[in-house]
């Protein structure tokens, strides 16, 4: 799904309009048609509603939002926010239909006291949308201090006001609970900083265009099921273990061997036919015990990694889980990135030590994916003030090694060497958790070791990763949820993209 431009989404809005063809009012009402039916599932008509409107086609929206409300026997309560804007024609035609209906239609012109809005079960947000182009002031800026001090419940028609689509908010926005969108998502709606003003988002389709989405220069991009499934490697009858590589997992030390217990599982749980795990002498017996299908090439030291014989015959390599940060562990990753030209996983303790030894990101071989969290992620490429350079950041690293980077968290963001960003959908707070992160990288090192282009694992493994946190959660809730609970949920996640 194409993630676009509040300009592009204008453009689009055109296009339809002159080659459906669609007057625009008459895509307006296919617009407060979509929000109603998303919000008439949700809120009965023993609801009483509040609108904001401001007079453009965000504020017309609300109008015919208010109208199509009444015809369902909601008791609306309509306030027109009169500022600077100017009524759009699709404002006035929908102004025009409320004309003979009880609505209950009140001006703002100035400054209100903030109880203005009191006395209605839900509030929606109608004053500014996707031609928001600066912070709002005067009595704009008054209004939305006013809904976010409206103790209700409060919707944002198609993007929250005061929020910019696609470029960092500096005002005053409003903090709504949910947002119904129109056809695509904002691009901010993406980042951790929105999250206050846009609460849980939908996208509700207004039928616009598809071919015209389709041709829309853009790089950014959400990630959907159906993408995700057709990059699943089907098996055929005459494969052999061979046929789906042989992974080497560089990862755990005294204390923290988990880490390797845990990828080397979820490796095994992503289809890898052979796994190999290089473990300190701690972790022999427990690796040998915990994961039966792995075979080990075990260091000499008895605590952390220093050394590995070669790895060449190896499709891929995952390192960093549990690695710890000791200087013969730095000197044995410097050889290994030296040594070993195929694809590889670089995740915690390996991406640390990168941070901390700078010089050597140029050994980074080309193809590699980068699973950082937002600390790690810091730590490499410093600090950042808006999520957009944040993500600049990541399209920068991306290229300079020539990989993809992962940044985790919620839509956690998949970018390429070609500044292409893809957004994952799966994934919830109940993974915040430890270990989760040692499960991609095991999942992100099996699929690379079967074969899998680097972005292709990595659109792949995030997705799977994200759907058993899901999967796991609707079983356990998510407060229950611990990293084991993923790689059970491997397999069915698996099943739901066969
Ligand atoms: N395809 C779709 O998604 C459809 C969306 N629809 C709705 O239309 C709005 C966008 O409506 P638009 O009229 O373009 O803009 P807004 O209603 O968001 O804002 C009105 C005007 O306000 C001006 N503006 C911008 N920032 C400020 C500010 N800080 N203070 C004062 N005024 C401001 C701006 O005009 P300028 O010339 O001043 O830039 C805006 O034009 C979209 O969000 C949907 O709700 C359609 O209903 C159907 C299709
Ligand atoms: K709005």
Redesign the pocket.
């Given at each position: 799904m194409k993630i676009i431009t509040?300009q592009q989404?204008?453009a689009?809005?055109a296009h339809?309009i002159a080659h459906e063809p669609i007057a625009?009012i008459d895509?307006?009402e296919?617009?407060?048609r979509a929000f109603v039916t998303w919000f008439t599932q949700r809120f009965d008509n023993s609801h009483t509603v509040g609108i904001v409107c401001?007079?453009?086609?965000?504020?017309?929206?609300g109008l015919?939002i208010a109208r199509l409300l009444q015809g369902w026997n909601y008791a609306v309560t309509v306030w027109i926010v009169r500022?600077?804007?100017a009524e759009?024609n699709?404002?006035k035609t929908n102004l025009e239909r409320l004309k003979n209906t009880r609505i209950k239609i009140l001006e703002i012109t100035e400054a209100p006291e903030c109880s203005v809005f009191a006395g209605s079960d839900v509030l929606l947000d109608?004053?500014?949308?996707?031609?928001?182009?600066?912070?709002?002031?005067?009595v704009?800026e008054r209004v939305i201090t006013c809904i976010n001090a409206t103790a209700t419940r409060r919707i944002a028609?198609?993007?929250p006001?005061?929020l910019m689509a696609d470029q960092p908010t500096t005002?005053a926005c409003v903090e709504a609970h949910a947002t119904v969108?129109?056809?695509?998502p904002k691009l901010s709606f993406l980042f951790p900083s929105s999250h206050r003003f846009v609460g849980d988002w939908a996208v509700v389709d207004?039928g616009?265009n598809k071919n015209f989405i389709r041709e829309l220069p853009g790089d950014h991009f959400l990630l959907q099921q159906k993408d995700v499934r057709k990059q699943v490697k089907k098996r055929s009858t005459f494969d052999h273990k061979g046929t789906y590589g042989h992974a080497l997992l560089v990862a755990g030390a005294r204390g923290k061997m988990g880490a390797a217990v845990l990828s080397s599982r979820a490796a095994l749980r992503s289809g890898v036919g052979l796994l190999t795990v290089h473990v300190p002498q701690t972790g022999v017996d427990i690796l040998q015990t915990a994961v039966p299908e792995a075979m080990l090439s075990i260091d000499a030291h008895s605590d952390f990694y220093t050394a590995l014989e070669t790895a060449d015959r190896f499709t891929a390599v995952g390192i960093g889980p549990g690695l710890g940060k000791s200087p013969e562990t730095v000197k044995a990753l410097k050889k290994l990135l030296e040594n070993f030209q195929h694809p590889m996983v670089l995740d915690a303790d390996s991406l640390n030590i990168l941070a901390e030894n700078r010089e050597l990101l140029h050994l980074v071989p080309p193809g590699c994916i980068l699973t950082p969290h937002p600390k790690e992620f810091e730590r490499i490429v410093g600090s950042w003030q808006t999520d957009f350079e944040r993500l600049q950041k990541q399209k920068q690293l991306a290229a300079q090694l020539n990989g993809v980077v992962v940044l985790k968290g919620a839509y956690s963001s998949i970018v390429g060497p070609d500044g292409k960003v893809y957004f994952n959908p799966t994934g919830n707070p109940g993974m915040a958790t430890g270990g989760s992160g040692d499960v991609l990288t095991g999942i992100l090192t099996g699929l690379l070791a079967q074969g899998y282009a680097t972005l292709a694992a990595a659109q792949v493994g995030v997705y799977l990763h994200g759907l058993t946190g899901d999967l796991a959660a609707g079983e356990k809730g998510m407060n229950s949820l611990i990293a084991s609970d993923l790689i059970d949920f491997l397999p069915e996640a698996y099943r739901r993209l066969g």
């Open positions: 509040a989404t204008k689009l809005d339809t625009s895509l307006m296919r617009a407060c401001g007079t453009g086609n965000n504020g017309g929206d015919g500022g600077s804007v759009s699709d404002f109608a004053v500014f949308g996707s031609g928001l182009s600066r912070p709002p002031e005067g704009y028609v198609d993007i006001s005061g005002g969108t129109f056809q695509l207004i616009l």
